[in-house]
């Protein structure tokens, strides 16, 4: 079954309910006592924070670490340079600080290898705008930092770097600054929720589509902004088939 959550002072026209999709008032979620993990659960027209408090409340109590992540997929007339990539976090941690940049990666990793939504074995990529190491640079010691660390933790499910955003989506970008990554990043992790949500809504601006997922959970939650409400049906088969 697939579960959509909304508010009922912000969305009148609710679509009728079926066999397969259900509209549920997130105050009556707490309530509905049948929703097991083999579910999805999809957020419509609701502020983020009435969401979260709700699945919190609902579906969290061990107070397991969360955190988000979104799948871009280029348009059809997009550049041969380009493939699809994920962002985190862009919509749950507001400034995080390293340890829990580390945990972020970590769910997004989590995240991916249930999925088929990127490669195998990711490349992992910590936002630098510098794009080098400059201990004057917060940004860039940071990133390094996340890199060595990460690395260590985590280097046999993926290989990580630190660069500037383009670099990250370019092979052309990566070639005259002299970076070797023979493939585009899979996964970029902001340094910060601002950040990170600029990247998302201005690809999604300029065509490309994508869509939100809560990581952390055993569970199968969408979790779009407002303004990318009522998830496909690419994105529902995508999803239905996390392990």
């Not at 995240?111 to 936002?127: E, G, K, Q, Y």
Request: with cysteine; proline share 3%.
């Amino acid at each position: 079954m697939i579960y959509h959550i909304y508010d009922k002072t912000k969305l009148t026209d609710v679509p009728a309910s079926n066999a397969e999709n259900q509209w549920i008032d997130f105050n009556d979620l707490l309530v509905a006592c049948d929703i097991t993990r083999d579910d999805i659960i999809v957020k419509e027209l609701i502020n983020s924070d009435d969401f979260l408090r709700t699945i919190l409340r609902r579906f969290n109590p061990d107070k397991r670490f969360l955190s988000h992540c979104f799948s871009l997929t280029p348009p059809r007339n997009a550049s041969r340079d380009m493939s699809g990539f994920i962002v985190t976090d862009a919509a749950l941690n507001q400034f995080p600080d390293l340890p829990t940049r580390v945990k972020i990666t970590k769910n997004a990793l989590d995240f991916c290898a249930r999925s088929n939504f990127v490669a195998a074995r990711p490349i992992v990529t910590f936002l630098n705008h510098s794009g080098h190491f400059n201990i004057k640079n917060p940004t860039a010691c940071t990133s390094h930092l996340l890199t060595t660390e990460c690395a260590r933790l985590f280097g046999n499910t993926a290989d990580f770097s630190a660069f500037q955003l383009d670099c990250c989506l370019s092979q052309s970008a990566r070639d005259i600054k002299k970076i070797a990554q023979n493939r585009n990043s899979d996964i970029i992790v902001a340094n910060d929720i601002n950040e990170g949500n600029s990247i998302v809504k201005s690809f999604l601006l300029n065509g490309w589509t994508g869509h939100g997922f809560l990581c952390g959970l055993d569970m199968r939650i969408v979790m779009n902004s407002r303004a990318n409400l009522h998830a496909n049906g690419d994105t529902i088969e995508k999803i239905k088939n996390l392990k």
